[in-house]
């Protein structure tokens, strides 16, 4: 199996443009979920979804953030519009139920100018 | 609701040493407990995990993690630090429930290994 996928690797735009963050979890994984990692607060959860199901969005930062999941095997991140504070990485990770840890993809950097 | 707690922002290590990476928690019920690695630009990568059983964990690279239930704590261990160990280390915590996937993770723990 390829991991987990994410793209781009790095993405740089302009303040005020939309940005869509994309990943590919692994095959038979049934949950996928989006952090968020800066040099002052860590890593934080934004999202994560269940079998293609939201289950908690309480850590999106507002409103300019989005996220879907349409089928098993693709999830998007979305910020519109886009602003200077929202520079990070983001990551996207997949588990399966159970007593399982979590696969990280290896992050989209952004940076918003 | 879990939580963890990693003290230390930083350790440093001379090469051959024996190195510690602490980590406490807090959760609900019996905690699952993981140890993950993070290398410049890259994602977080597991190490090892504690579900249930012995409270001596060993994982990859030579890293082993005791689970200690009445301090609540999951400290990672290594006998002989590695320069190529230096990276920043992730302690992270969920409950056992069946439906339970919210993994909280720590801040992180910046482990430099000097020669």
């Known amino acids: 199996d390829a991991g987990v996928i994410q793209s781009p690797r790095h993405e740089v735009t302009e303040m005020g443009q939309e940005v869509t963050l994309r990943c590919k979890p692994i095959s038979g994984h049934d949950y996928l979920f989006w952090y968020r990692q800066t040099m002052m607060r860590g890593l934080e959860l934004l999202i994560y979804?269940?079998?293609?199901?939201?289950?908690?969005d309480s850590g999106m930062p507002e409103d300019r953030f989005s996220a879907k999941m349409p089928n098993a095997s693709f999830s998007t991140l979305k910020i519109q519009p886009s602003e200077p504070r929202d520079s990070a990485v983001y990551f996207c990770?997949?588990?399966?139920?159970?007593?399982?840890?979590?696969?990280f993809g290896s992050g989209t950097r952004l940076t918003v100018v | 609701a879990q939580s963890v707690a990693q003290p230390e922002d930083q350790v440093n290590v001379a090469e051959g040493n024996p190195l510690t990476v602490k980590c406490t928690y807090s959760?609900?019920?019996?905690?699952?407990l993981f140890w993950y690695v993070q290398y410049p630009n890259r994602g977080l990568q597991f190490l090892l995990k504690y579900i249930t059983g012995d409270n001596l964990v060993k994982g990859s690279y030579g890293f082993e993690a005791e689970f200690n239930k009445s301090q609540t704590s999951f400290h990672l261990k290594k006998p002989s630090a590695l320069v190529s160990d230096s990276a920043l280390y992730f302690c992270?915590?969920?409950?056992?429930?069946?439906?339970?996937?919210?993994?909280?993770f720590g801040a992180g723990t910046r482990l430099t290994v000097k020669p």
């Open positions: 959760v609900s019920g019996n905690p699952y």
């Open positions: 979804f269940n079998n293609n199901v939201p289950i908690d």
């Open positions: 990770a997949s588990s399966q139920q159970g007593k399982h840890g979590y696969t």
């Open positions: 992270a915590v969920r409950g056992a429930l069946w439906d339970n996937n919210d993994m909280r």
